[in-house]
């Protein structure tokens, strides 16, 4: 099993024919992802690669394609209002990978989607896999940016504040010949949509994931809420990472989320959480994955 998304989830991009989402179209495409629409307004009618319909709207494009899923490829000024269409239209997942969103938008955007159906992945990330069977796993369903060859099947579930140590936890897993049940980056801003314990609570509910890497990253609460709810609840190994602990005081770091205030937030007070909780915490990135492992 996996959580969110699997082979048979029928996507649908907006922004499919900008260049961003144009180029991870096809890559998805390539991975064995089912994506049935796009969406960009003016261009109803249109076809993307002379096989993918195009639709100026998300409800036609739902209405004519029994899409599920949305990812969005719009450039930030506009992407508040492509997530409040794609709630709307009363889609089950949205995935939004557009970076630089006002933080205002999104409090609008979390505000109005408070009794509504659909669950939001990000702003700012790099999305979902499940991967397939196979040597190379296509044959899974990638919506976002993630590099899919690095993937393969299996039961260890991955979810990550920061893309690029995904990707490298991943890596690592399948190096060792262990395969993940499904890879979800939530982003790394202040204002998202789903939070690490949401997806730990999802891998934790599915019986095919054994085992859950987390990673997070000074700022914010997420990462001791997130280790409260393990240390009561989750009955599976749990291996995690902070990142940001050479940070220096009072530095803005990348990641808009990445900001220690009022003396919350810290490395050291997340660690500290997770240790508590029975979490395995890896000292470097390099030892993610091994660290998980020893403790299954």
């Known amino acids: 099993m996996s959580i969110l998304i699997d082979s048979k989830t029928r996507v649908l991009v907006q922004g499919i024919t900008g260049g961003f ?11 064995g992802t089912q994506i049935v629409a796009g969406v960009t307004p ?4 249109q076809l993307f690669e002379d096989k993918i319909p ?3 709207s998300v409800k036609n494009a739902v209405k004519e394609t029994q899409a599920t899923v949305s990812v969005i490829f719009v450039p930030p000024g506009f992407a508040a209002d492509a997530i409040l269409e794609a709630v709307d239209a009363e889609l089950d997942l949205v995935v939004c990978i557009t970076e630089g969103i006002p933080i205002n938008d999104m409090i609008q955007v979390k505000n109005s989607m408070k ?3 659909t669950r939001l992945i990000g702003p700012n990330c790099p999305g979902l896999v499940t991967p397939g069977e196979g040597d190379d796993s296509h044959g899974g369903c990638r919506i976002g940016i993630a590099p899919g060859y690095i993937h393969k099947k299996g039961n260890i579930g991955v979810v990550s504040r920061s893309g690029t140590l995904t990707y490298e936890a991943v890596w690592q897993l399948t190096s060792k010949g262990v395969g993940q049940s499904t890879c979800v980056g939530i982003g790394g801003d202040p204002v998202n949509g789903s939070s690490h314990l949401d997806i730990i609570k999802m891998f934790n509910d599915d019986p095919e994931t054994h085992g859950i890497i987390m990673i997070g990253e000074i700022g914010g609460s997420a990462e001791e809420e997130a280790a409260a709810w393990i240390k009561d609840h989750c009955n599976k190994p749990v291996a995690g990472f ?5 940070a220096p005081a009072g530095r803005r770091m990348g990641h808009a989320g990445a900001i220690v205030s009022g003396g919350k937030g810290t490395a050291e007070a997340k660690i500290s959480a997770l240790e508590e ?8 990135p390099s030892v993610m994955a091994e660290t998980l492992l020893k403790m299954m």
Do not use: N
Request: glycine share 24%; charged share 20%; net charge positive.
């Open 21 to 31: 989402g144009a180029r991870h179209t096809h890559l998805s495409l390539d991975y």
């Open 42 to 45: 003016g261009k109803g009618g």
């Open 54 to 56: 195009i639709f100026d």
């Open 115 to 117: 009794g509504k159906k």
């Open 242 to 246: 902070i990142a940001g602990t050479t």
């Open 277 to 284: 909780a029975g979490v395995g915490v890896a000292e470097t």
